[in-house]
């Protein structure tokens, strides 16, 4: 299978983001590597996300299914199980990704097979008061550190703390197939990457 044969299934979950999800869907379209399908779960907005979404709907990469509100967890749930792809990205309706992200990561999985989640730094942007300054090195980043499958620190890097935000990783399918889901809890993230690093 050539590399760009790989599908990326990108499930992005919204609820009343009509102010940004055109920001989120434009940041896939300029993927340097274009083999993806993206899957969009409204998760009960009545604001008019629906109505922007649409506009991208001639593009038959992209899927959209709106739900009665149940939470990003069911949301995120919901776009897992109507996906095909290889490897799995999660997006936030009011998040962005850099552009050279699934080209880089696809090949970091496809040259690592013994890893299922490659992730990177995440940089935020904002407007007011900002309440992450404890997570950010001198950039405004997350700064990364590197674990691995056998590196006994791993869980203790994560019960310490949430290593990474929900989009700054890429997931090989296996790891949904083998069972792990998002619970309908908060910091749902977290508790997901604790839970498949045990």
């Known amino acids: 299978m050539s590399r760009d044969s790989i599908i990326v299934s990108v499930v992005v979950t919204c609820y009343n983001q009509a102010k940004f999800i055109k920001e989120s869907i434009n940041s896939i379209l300029k993927q340097t590597y274009s083999n993806w399908e993206c899957i969009i779960v409204d998760d009960g907005s009545v604001d008019n996300t629906g109505m922007i979404v649409n506009d991208y709907l001639s593009d038959i990469r992209i899927k959209y299914i709106y739900q ?7 949301a995120r749930n919901a776009g897992i199980a109507q996906s095909s792809g290889e490897y799995v990205q999660f997006l936030d309706g009011d998040d962005i990704l850099e552009e050279r992200k699934f080209e880089l990561q696809v090949s ?6 013994i890893v299922d ?9 904002y407007d007011g008061v900002f309440k992450k ?3 950010l090195d001198s950039n405004g980043m997350i700064p990364t550190i590197e ?5 006994q620190d791993q869980p203790w890097a994560l019960v310490y703390r949430n290593l990474t935000t929900i989009c700054a990783p890429l997931y090989r399918r296996s790891i949904f197939t083998a069972g792990h889901t998002f619970k309908n809890i908060i910091f749902e993230d977290w508790y997901f990457h604790l839970e498949t690093a045990l």
């Open 68 to 74: 009665q509100n149940s939470g990003v967890s069911a």
């Open 108 to 113: 970091f999985l496809e040259q690592n097979p």
């Open 117 to 125: 989640i490659v992730y990177g730094s995440t940089r935020y942007f």
């Open 133 to 135: 300054k404890y997570l």
């Open 147 to 151: 674990i691995h499958q056998y590196d």
